[in-house]
């Protein structure tokens, strides 16, 4: 199951002690969880807005204890900057990133307020999708008189806080606490120098729009309505902010975008309707360029749709997706694009080379052939059924590109992105099935010295035995799926690679069988018999229905081959 990811942007009303600041942020980056992606200070603002992400239990932890330590630090009796503030943690908003609901975050955010207020005595109000009151969307209108208003505000009967009590903290003023859709500032490169040009690019795109005027529409008067404020003609791409303007560093005019809602109009959606206005007024979109980090999946949405765009098969491997993407926007026209430090997910993994299929083929194998006991048959096995499901996944790949059959690529991509999922799910199981292993031996060394420890062990024991069985019994009926693709490639593949569909029904055979031996070792030392009877049962027929269906492919493979 994927991880759950938000992000926190919490901004701090102190942009100029780096003492305060790093006590703040250090707070925050000490949870468990979470990381620290940006502190942006500002002196002029006296503000610093901080970011990090993580899973939610732990970001609300963090986002908690940098709400107080701000609370401990900071005195807004004291405070003067030029950004309008009410607290000594003004806002603070979590977005969703990854695989959570705005509907979640909201959850997240209230909870979170609650406990500001229950426990830090801060009072607030939650704003844009978490407001209680239509009013309160607005963050403008929640901030509204500010921290020298707020002891009057708080004793008004329509401003009473959401969380925390109606009594003005002296010290740490008020916080908004609120759940948006995460902000993407884009920029998008034009063969010009032109701002007036590239204004009018960005006012055909941006929801606002331009102003209407009467007449001629440069000279003309500017039309306004009853209440005698201007009327605007909408762009036409919804939750666009956007104007041109001339970069002198890079020597020509850029759109520069602000996407307030991915999920509506993503950022390939933005990039070729640039490309349309530019090319109605006689520009080139050359590239574009992303301002901060960006959501996974944002840049594999791109990738996708350019290549659906190209009639190009979408189950390739998630990194070749991203380059699509970033040569499609061309994200590179500027400066280079590193997806391992541009994208969020990717800062966040961390990965150092420890996990068994980050190793080169020649360590896995000399590792397995080691005096160590793991990696075993379920981790080699969970490999192999990762081969097979990719020789299928090649195949599907292949018809999907071969000339004449574009009328039916996606019959094929279909078929390629099932291989592919199934693949990094196998791939994932090589680790999985050896970290299943590692925890029986902790459980097993658990103290047994008292009847309680001797109790603890054995429910330990028995929980890690029980996840050593369905590591492998997941990896036998993956694999065994995969032999639905290779089957499908068999009957209707680029038949010059039927020889591969034979090679891939057998790694998946190999992968299933090896899986099945581990369940059943696993399941002797089970004294719960109703669980391992049912399990032993279905993974006896899965085994028994890969050897024939191995067999079915085979003879498809050996018929055209032999051409009979």
């Keep these: 199951m994927k991880r759950q990811l938000i992000e926190c942007v919490p901004n701090f009303s102190e942009g100029r002690d780096k003492n305060k600041i790093k006590q703040i942020t250090d ?38 204890r940098g709400i107080k330590k701000a609370g401990e630090i900071i005195d807004m009796r004291l405070h003067h900057g030029e950004h309008p503030r009410m607290g000594a943690t003004d806002v603070c908003p979590l977005v969703p990133i990854s695989n959570i609901s705005m ?115 440069l000279t003309g008067e500017i039309a306004r309505n009853k209440k005698g404020d201007p009327v605007y003609i909408p762009g036409s791409l919804k939750h666009v902010k956007g104007i041109g ?63 659906k765009k190209q009639k190009r098969s979408l189950g390739i491997p998630e990194h070749e997706i991203i380059r699509i993407a970033i040569k499609s926007l061309g994200l590179d026209d500027l400066a280079p ?52 499901a990719a020789l299928g996944t090649m195949v599907a790949n ?24 199934l693949l990094n799910k196998l791939l994932a199981l090589v680790d999985e099935d050896t970290k299943a292993f590692d925890a029986i031996i902790q459980a097993m060394r658990l103290p047994k010295s008292t009847d309680q420890d001797q109790e603890n062990r054995k429910i330990a024991i028995e929980k890690a035995t029980k996840n050593a069985i369905e590591v492998p019994y997941r990896i036998l009926k993956l694999a065994y799926s995969s032999m639905n693709i290779l089957k499908q490639m068999a009957n209707k593949g680029l038949s010059s690679s039927i020889s591969d569909v034979g090679a891939g029904a057998a ?36 085994k028994d229905q890969a050897i024939k269906k191995e067999a079915q492919i085979l003879k498809i493979v050996k018929t055209k081959i032999e051409g009979k």
């Excluded at 502190?39 to 901080?50: F, I, L, S, W």
């Design 27 to 64: 707070s925050i980056a000490k949870i468990k969880g979470v990381k620290l992606l940006n502190v942006d200070p500002g002196k002029a603002t006296n503000r610093t807005v901080v970011t990090f992400i993580g899973d939610p239990e732990s970001v609300i932890e963090a986002a908690f």
């Design 507 to 542: 790694c998946a055979r190999t992968a299933v069988l090896g899986a099945y031996l581990n369940v059943k070792i696993n399941c002797k030392d089970l004294d719960d018999k109703k669980y391992t009877d049912k399990i032993l049962t279905d993974s006896k027929r899965v």
């Design 337 to 388: 694009f590193d997806p391992e430090e541009r994208i969020i997910e990717y800062m966040l993994d961390g990965k150092d080379g420890k996990d068994l299929v980050s190793k080169n083929l020649t360590d896995f194998s000399e590792l397995t052939a080691s005096e160590t006991p793991a990696p075993g048959g379920g981790s080699v096995s969970a490999y192999v059924g990762a081969l097979g």
């Design 398 to 421: 292949l018809s999907a590109h071969k000339r004449g059959w574009d009328h039916k690529w996606e019959e094929y991509s279909k078929q390629a992105e099932k291989g592919q999922d």
């Design 245 to 307: 303007w001339y970069i002198e560093e890079y020597g020509i005019a850029q759109l520069s975008l602000n996407l307030t809602n991915i999920i509506e109009t993503p950022i390939h959606i933005a990039f070729d309707e640039a490309c349309k206005c530019a090319e109605k007024r006689g520009i080139r979109v050359t590239g574009s360029e992303l301002i901060g980090l960006v959501p996974l999946d944002a840049m594999l949405d791109a990738g996708k749709y350019f290549l």
């Design 103 to 217: 509907e979640e975050v909201v959850e997240y955010a209230h909870a979170l307020g609650y406990r500001v207020g229950a426990e830090l005595g801060i009072p607030g109000y939650y704003y844009e999708y978490a407001a209680k009151k239509p009013e309160r969307c607005n963050l403008a209108y929640c901030r509204s008189g500010e921290y020298e208003g707020l002891k009057k505000k708080l004793n008004e009967p329509e401003w009473e806080p959401d969380f925390g009590a109606a009594q003005f903290n002296a010290k740490t003023g008020a916080t908004a606490i609120g759940a948006r859709d995460f902000l993407i500032a884009y920029n998008i490169n034009l063969n010009t120098t032109s701002t007036r040009r590239a204004n009018a690019i960005a006012f055909d795109i941006r929801e606002k729009g331009r102003i209407k005027r009467t007449g001629d529409p």
